[in-house]
T-cell receptor, first 109, second 110 residues
Framework: DAKTTQPPSMDCAEGRAANLPCNHS???????VYWYRQIHSQGPQYIIH???NNETNEMASLIITEDRKSSTLILPHATLRDTAVYYC??????????FGDGTTLTVKP | DAGVIQSPRHEVTEMGQEVTLRCKPI?????LFWYRQTMMRGLELLIY????????DSGMPEDRFSAKMPNASFSTLKIQPSEPRDSAVYFC????????FGPGTRLTVL
């Protein structure tokens, strides 16, 4: 599986958009980009995933560059409850996954 | 759907004892994953099953760890004998395409 690189931490003001970057320069053609978040010691929560097109759901938007070597998760209006560790991973469907250290997002009032 | 169910939620045991962690995946999912999370090593994949068959157990730390999936609705992760360094949160996840995680079992080995 391709490895990912994320900044260790980011801050965001409440109500503003949070843009979390991820580099996955060794991604293969059949590997998807997945985003999860983990709040305290709860189980990781699925957010969104995509192959090459941009995706949007009720939680977030995912922007994948044309060369697929990087992506950005966008939380359009961050709230205090969005404070969490955000993980970007790449894998084939139902394949083996490798979680890195993620980005700790802190949303501040 | 109740989601992935794990039991127990917390387990405290003494070194040398056998520990069994249990997981009920989401109905209809055909893949099941066991992870371990510690501060030092982060979230590590231990083993995963597809259609009840173990596909990759390269993440299992040593022979003290074993996992089974006797049917599509149940899996166990066993540690025998347990050691203090096994203390961690153990997560089970299941998937059809997207992995959904359970709440985890916090294991403390004294």
């Amino acid at each position: 599986d391709a490895k990912t690189t994320q900044p260790p931490s980011m801050d965001c003001a409440e109500g503003r958009a949070a843009n979390l970057p991820c580099n996955h320069s060794t991604i293969s053609g059949n590997e998807y980009v997945y985003w999860y978040r983990q709040i305290h010691s709860q189980g990781p929560q699925y957010i969104i995933h995509g192959l090459k097109n941009n995706e949007t759901n009720e939680m977030a938007s995912l922007i994948i560059t044309e060369d697929r070597k990087s992506s950005t998760l966008i939380l359009p209006h961050a709230t205090l409850r969005d404070t969490a560790v955000y993980y970007c991973i790449v894998l084939t469907n139902a394949g083996k996954s490798t979680f890195g250290d993620g980005t700790t997002l802190t949303v501040k009032p | 759907d109740a989601g992935v169910i794990q039991s127990p939620r917390h387990e405290v045991t003494e070194m040398g004892q056998e520990v069994t962690l249990r997981c009920k995946p989401i109905s209809g999912h055909n893949s099941l994953f066991w992870y371990r999370q510690t501060m030092m090593r982060g979230l590590e994949l231990l083993i995963y099953f597809n259609n009840n068959v173990p596909i990759d157990d390269s993440g299992m730390p040593e022979d003290r760890f074993s996992a089974k999936m006797p049917n599509a609705s149940f899996s166990t992760l066993k540690i025998q004998p347990s050691e203090p360094r096994d203390s961690a949160v153990y997560f089970c996840a299941s998937s059809l395409t997207v992995q959904f995680f359970g709440p985890g079992t916090r294991l403390t080995v004294l």
